[in-house]
């Protein structure tokens, strides 16, 4: 059994920063990409940014410069630090992590944490 635990998320105003952290806990082998998601209300899920085992960081241009991604591989963790946060940041925000559990074989999987409210008042 695989968990991803979110924290973190709020009400902030424009201008303001937030700290989404993310917990990987459970049987797991190994992790490959950890990464943050956001769905908007009537919008589609999209990448916010990722970063690999080796601390490779990849950044969606809307956020690019305001936000950082990282990462510390012994406690399977993931944080999104969030900077001169924008009304259009206002989403559900997911942890997602491509992992490889144990006794499943060597193949990864895409596991989702259960979102966090991220709400940026203008």
């Known amino acids: 059994q695989v968990q991803l635990v979110e924290s973190g998320g709020g009400l902030v105003q424009a201008g303001g920063s937030l700290r989404l952290s993310c917990a990987a806990s459970g049987s797991i082998f190994s992790i490959n990409a950890m990464g943050w998601y956001r769905q908007a209300p009537g919008k589609q899920r999209e990448l916010v940014a990722s970063?690999?085992?080796?601390?490779?960081?990849n950044y969606a241009n809307s956020v690019n410069g305001r936000f950082t991604i990282s990462r510390d591989n012994a406690k399977n963790t993931v944080v999104l630090q969030m900077n001169s946060l924008k009304s259009e940041d206002t989403a559900v925000y997911y942890c997602n992590a491509d992992l490889i559990p144990l006794g499943l074989g060597l193949y990864s999987y895409d596991y989702w944490g259960q979102g966090t409210q991220v709400t940026v008042s203008s």
């Open positions: 970063i690999t085992s080796g601390g490779s960081a």
